[in-house]
């Protein structure tokens, strides 16, 4: 066994110090381009991100109560009432998920520019739109005379 070793050790003694062919057709291929083909292969492409959008946690569509539901519908309109006067305030909403069932919850902050109710969204001077349909909560301080009264 041994020797079979040693006699594969100079099994290329008579070609070793030949010199290197150089193509006169192609040109070498670059460096970068040679590591590359040594490179390991993924099979699994996308795998693990298939993986991790499986594992991403999104939340429920909430169900709100009728109370909860007049209550922003007052809001609502009297938004509107006020909405010249582009009031300040912060919008609770849902934003469902564009992959997958569910969604999660999102806050928008700002003055108002427009109450839609044609188009049942929200517009606040960012450009921002929240649809009526998805808010679950709203705060501000224009709301706090409509508290009183309520």
Not at 38 to 62: K, N, V, Y
Not at 68 to 73: P, R, Y
Not at 94 to 105: I, M, V
């Amino acid at each position: 066994m041994g020797e079979g070793i040693l006699k594969n050790d100079h099994c290329y003694d008579d070609i070793i110090d030949l010199p290197h062919h150089v193509s006169k057709l192609h040109t070498p291929m670059p460096v970068a381009d040679r590591a590359a083909q040594f490179m390991p292969f993924a099979a699994l492409t996308g795998f693990g991100d298939a993986i991790e959008e499986t594992g991403r946690l999104t939340a429920e569509r909430p169900e709100l109560e009728e109370d909860v539901i007049e209550e922003l519908d007052g809001k609502l309109q009297y938004l509107r009432e006020r909405a010249k006067e582009h009031p300040e305030i912060s919008i609770t909403y849902f934003r469902p998920d564009a992959r997958k069932a569910g969604g999660a919850y999102a806050t928008a902050a700002g003055r108002i520019r427009k109450v839609d109710f044609y188009e049942r969204v929200l517009v606040l001077e960012d450009g921002t739109e929240v649809p009526m349909q998805a808010v679950v909560g709203m705060e501000g301080e224009v709301f706090s005379d409509l508290e009183e009264l309520g």
